[in-house]
Structures are given as C-alpha cells and as structure tokens.
C-alpha cells in the first residue's frame, strides 16, 4: 500500500515537474499568453450559449434575456409539471424564430385542433446557426415538448469558426498557462467549417435533430425559409473597377451593364448567381421583362437554396417529421419573385406573411394531432394568400414604414449598403410623399457622424432617379457630420458628373482618394471613357 502511494507521489511530481518545465521552455520561445479578448458578441456567440436559455425559478422557467443589439425581448415561462391536456409546444431556431407571434400560433392551434390546451414556448435565439440551434435543442428536451417546430438555414457559415475552446473563457485560470491551453484546446477543439463542408454540417446537425426526435416519439415541424429576391445577394465594392463600371452604367449604358456583370458571373462560377440582382436590374432598363423575370427568380442565395432541399429530403425519411414548405408556398404566391411586399429584410417577414405561416403550421399539427384531418388542409392559406396579395400596397403592415426607415438610416455603411438602399427605393416608390417629407426630416434632423451613411443611401436613391438637387442636399450634410466618411465624397463626385458639374467632381474625387487610396483609378476622364466607348448605343 505504502509503496502504491509512493509511486503515485513520484509519478504526480514527475508529471508536474515535467508540465512546469514545459510550460517555462514555452514561455521563453513564445512568450507570456496574450490576453484573450473577451468582448460582449465574442462572449455572446461563443461561451453564453453553453448557459441554458431557460432558467429556473421554483416550480417555473422562465426564458433567459440574451444580449443581440435589437430592441425586441421576448419573455415567456412555463412550469415544469405539464397541466392536464397540455399540448407544448417549442418554436426553435434562429432570428426568424424569434419574431414569431407565439400568441397568434397558439390561438390558431386552439382554433383548428380544439380539444387541447396549447402552449407555444419561443426558444428562437437572433443569429443562431445549427450548432447553436442544436444546443438549444439538447435543453428543450429536457421541458416534454410535445412537439417542435424547427426554422433554420438563414445563418449557416456565418461564424468563422463555428466554435472556439470556450472552456479558456469560461473557467477562471485556464488561460493563464500555454499548456491549459493546449491541453483543453486539445480535448474541446474548435470547429471550422468553410465552402461544401457548411451545408454537409447543417444537413449532420438537422439529421442527428430528427433521429433524436424519434427516439423519443416527438414530432419535429420542419419549415424551409424563403428569402427576399428583390435585393442583391452580393455587396460588391464600389472601388473595384469592373464592378462599378457595370454598377455605373446599370441606367446609362444597361446592355454594356448587362455585358460587364455576365463576364463577372463567367469568371465566379461558384458565385455566379450573386451578379443575378444587376442582370436584372440591366434588363430592366433594356425593357426585357422576359428577361428580367429569368434574373430575379433566380435571384438567390444557391447555399441557402440548397439547405432547403436538405430539410424535404430529411423530412421524407421520419413518420416523426412533419414538413411545412413555406419556401415553395411564397414562391408559388409570389410568381417565383417575392420581394418586400412579402419581406422587410432579406429574410425577415411581415407580420401578414407571419400569419400565412401560422395557418399553414395549425394545418400540418392539425394532420398530425388529429387523425380525423386531411393532411396538407391548407384552404385557410391559401384563403388568407389571396386576401394578402389583393391588399398588396395597402396592407396595413406598412405602417411599420416609419421605424424600419429609421433603422435602415441610421445604420453605418459597410457591405449592407446596396442592400438597406434597395428597401428604400421601394418605399419611395411605393409611397412617394411621405418618403420625400423622410427625406427632409433626416436631413434637418441629422447632427452625429453615424447619420452620414443613412444620408448618403437617401441621397443615392434620389440620385439614380435624376433627382440631382435633393440628392445633392443629403450629400452635403453627409459630409458635414462626417467629413472623413469616403463615401460622401464618392456618390456626391457622381452626382455631380451627371449635372454636368467636372470641376466639383474631380474635386471630390480627389478628396475620396485621399481617403480611400483603393479609388486611385476614380476621375471624370474614366467616367467620360465609359460614355465614350457606347456612345450612340444603349
């Protein structure tokens, strides 16, 4: 016994001696460990989602508040005895998720499968991708759901890495020393998934989601996500010379634009449909409906398009999962081009088109709970899908305008700014006045640098629609509460140009290309050449 306790003390000292050893020979060749950045979205994205999301407090949960930089919170408990009859169910995803009404849903349970009592418990989380969904669903198991409706797909490759060694973050002391470092990063190693390997790790996750599902005999509401056609899917940089020699000549010169934005989507092959927005745009403008219908329609992301098909052919191999295609029904209402009549984001619906959802989620639980229903009774969608299109322009969602044209103003540049710019041409096109009365309301009210950019999309719309003076104006007081910002100086120099005004252009390209040396090749001369060279041809 005694020689026992003897080898263990000699093995632990050898052991130590060797990792204090080891860690001294790291520190001469490395250095002391640099300090970790722990930064709120850091600690949000990659250690707070091992927390549960919801917490309990006696008999009662209650949902845990998760920092995400919107103003929307949602609250929600439940007990952790079920009552008697209770149906519970789980909403689980991403942002999406999120901004379900869970109080329509449950009334519209109640309404077409009478005889229970609903409980819809939103466990969507803003920016989640599967991995994080997927701890979500390992917690909610734990709470007898007896059902669970799964949205997923729009965030997938979004984080780099996927997952980090949070335990260094997590647990005090841990990185201090290079070697709890490498040890624990040895034993929870971080997860980087790039290019094919995202949607093949979405489609491991969604499928580890189901086969768990039925094991425990819960059914699992499968919904694909459609997404808004009518903005671009790429961001393109206004100082590449190819891209904004097609970007500039989208209303110019469209079959030049057309020609330009075809050769960059030859050359991308595994990105060609990110130049789809701009064909479209450039058919548009050659008076090509034909045309333009082909761009739009398949104006969309081929990834996301793809994970979609990944949820219907999960779906078809369990009894357990029940598949709602709202990507395919709003394609169907949509003519194949949903666009911000049925969105106010790239991916984020309007409350109406929230409701067709609703409806076509009671119908699938209504298939599945009661044995007396039709699968696939969805006369209620369809109903409300006429209604809705037949109210297009006046649906009484709109009057979210006002907010949402705040948001998109007073948000920075950055690679959303073709995008936010293409949600506000909407609204000036489909309510001109109050977005002029905006317009003038911005530009009197605007006083912090980070209105600049807001003032620049308004002043850019204007712009591409000849209204020179008022796009002028936004640009000027741009560049009053933000003089640094490149961006001024880049759409004021073209508005410039186009009102025929050579000497304030080149002096405001100068002045971008003090601020941003990638415009170097920028002045009236090249902008002159691109006129030049189709002259006479539109």
């Known amino acids: 016994m005694k020689s026992n306790i003897k080898y263990l003390l000699l093995t632990g000292t050898?052991?130590?001696?060797?990792?204090?050893?080891?860690?001294?020979?790291?520190?001469?060749?490395?250095?002391?460990?640099?300090?970790?950045?722990?930064?709120?979205?850091?600690?949000?994205?990659?250690?707070?989602?091992?927390?549960?999301?919801?917490?309990?407090?006696?008999?009662?949960?209650?949902?845990?508040?998760?920092?995400?930089?919107?103003?929307?919170?949602?609250?929600?408990?439940?007990?952790?005895?079920?009552?008697e009859n209770e149906k519970r169910v789980f909403i689980l995803g991403e942002s999406v998720s999120y901004l379900f009404d869970d109080d329509d849903l449950e009334n519209r349970l109640a309404q077409r499968n009478p005889g229970y009592k609903w409980n819809v418990i939103n466990a969507g989380v803003i920016g989640y991708d599967s991995y994080r969904i997927s701890l979500v669903f390992d917690e909610i198991l734990r709470y007898s759901p007896?059902?669970?409706?799964?949205?997923m797909g729009n965030n997938e490759g979004c984080y780099d890495p996927v997952k980090i060694n949070h335990w260094i973050y997590e647990y005090w002391g841990l990185d201090t020393f290079w070697i709890t470092r490498i040890i624990t990063g040895i034993m929870n190693p971080p997860i980087t998934k790039k290019g094919a390997e995202v949607n093949r790790y979405f489609e491991s996750?969604?499928?580890?989601?189901?086969?768990?599902?039925?094991?425990?005999?819960?059914?699992?509401?499968?919904?694909?996500?459609?997404?808004?056609?009518?903005?671009?899917?790429?961001?393109?940089?206004?100082?590449?010379?190819?891209?904004?020699?097609?970007?500039?000549?989208?209303?110019?010169?469209?079959?030049?634009?057309?020609?330009?934005?075809?050769?960059?989507?030859?050359?991308?092959?595994?990105?060609?449909?990110?130049?789809?927005?701009?064909?479209?745009?450039?058919?548009?403008?050659?008076?090509?409906?034909?045309?333009?219908?082909?761009?739009?329609?398949?104006?969309?992301?081929?990834a996301r398009f793809e994970r979609n098909d990944i949820i219907r052919s999960l779906s078809a191999e369990s009894n357990l999962t029940i598949l709602v295609d709202f990507d395919r029904t709003i394609m169907s209402i949509s003519g194949g081009k949903p666009g911000f009549d049925f969105f106010k984001s790239a991916f984020h619906f309007w409350p109406a088109v929230y409701r067709l959802l609703y409806i076509e989620l009671a119908a699938a639980a209504r298939a599945y709970f009661n044995?007396?229903?039709?699968?696939?009774?969805?006369?209620?969608t369809l109903s409300y899908a006429a209604d809705y299109i037949a109210g297009l322009g006046k649906n009484s969602d709109f009057a979210m305008k006002e907010e949402l044209f705040n948001v998109l103003v007073d948000k920075t540049g950055g690679q959303n700014f073709e995008k936010e710019k293409s949600y506000l041409e909407f609204m000036r096109e489909l309510y001109p006045e109050w977005f002029e009365g905006s317009v003038k309301r911005s530009v009197?009210?605007?006083?912090?640098?980070?209105?600049?950019?807001?003032?620049?999309?308004?002043?850019?719309?204007?712009?591409?629609?000849?209204?020179?003076?008022?796009?002028e104006i936004c640009f000027d007081r741009a560049a009053e509460t933000n003089p640094e910002l490149p961006l001024v100086y880049f759409f004021r120099g073209l508005c410039r140009y186009d009102r025929g005004e050579q000497g304030p252009a080149e002096k405001d390209f100068s002045s971008l290309k003090r601020l941003d040396p990638a415009f170097g090749w920028i002045n009236t001369a090249y902008l002159d050449s691109l006129l030049d060279e189709s002259r006479g041809r539109k």
Request: hydrophobic share 35%; aromatic share 12%.
């Open 371 to 380: 044995e007396t229903a039709e699968p696939g009774d969805l006369t209620g």
């Open 14 to 83: 050898g052991v130590t001696a060797g990792l204090i050893l080891l860690e001294a020979a790291l520190l001469l060749f490395w250095g002391k460990p640099p300090a970790l950045k722990k930064d709120r979205n850091l600690i949000r994205t990659y250690v707070d989602v091992y927390s549960p999301l919801f917490v309990r407090n006696g008999e009662t949960y209650s949902r845990r508040q998760i920092y995400c930089g919107w103003r929307i919170y949602k609250t929600g408990t439940f007990t952790g005895e079920k009552q």
């Open 444 to 471: 009197s009210q605007s006083r912090e640098p980070s209105t600049a950019s807001g003032l620049c999309k308004l002043g850019e719309v204007l712009r591409e629609n000849n209204d020179f003076n008022k796009a």
């Open 146 to 151: 007896d059902g669970i409706i799964l949205l």
């Open 205 to 302: 996750n969604l499928r580890k989601m189901i086969k768990t599902c039925e094991k425990k005999d819960i059914p699992i509401f499968l919904v694909t996500l459609p997404n808004n056609h009518m903005m671009p899917l790429s961001y393109g940089k206004y100082s590449d010379v190819d891209f904004f020699t097609g970007w500039w000549l989208l209303d110019k010169r469209p079959r030049k634009a057309l020609e330009v934005f075809r050769q960059m989507a030859e050359a991308s092959v595994d990105t060609k449909e990110l130049y789809n927005w701009y064909m479209f745009k450039a058919s548009q403008n050659l008076d090509s409906p034909d045309m333009a219908d082909r761009y739009i329609t398949s104006n969309r992301d081929p």
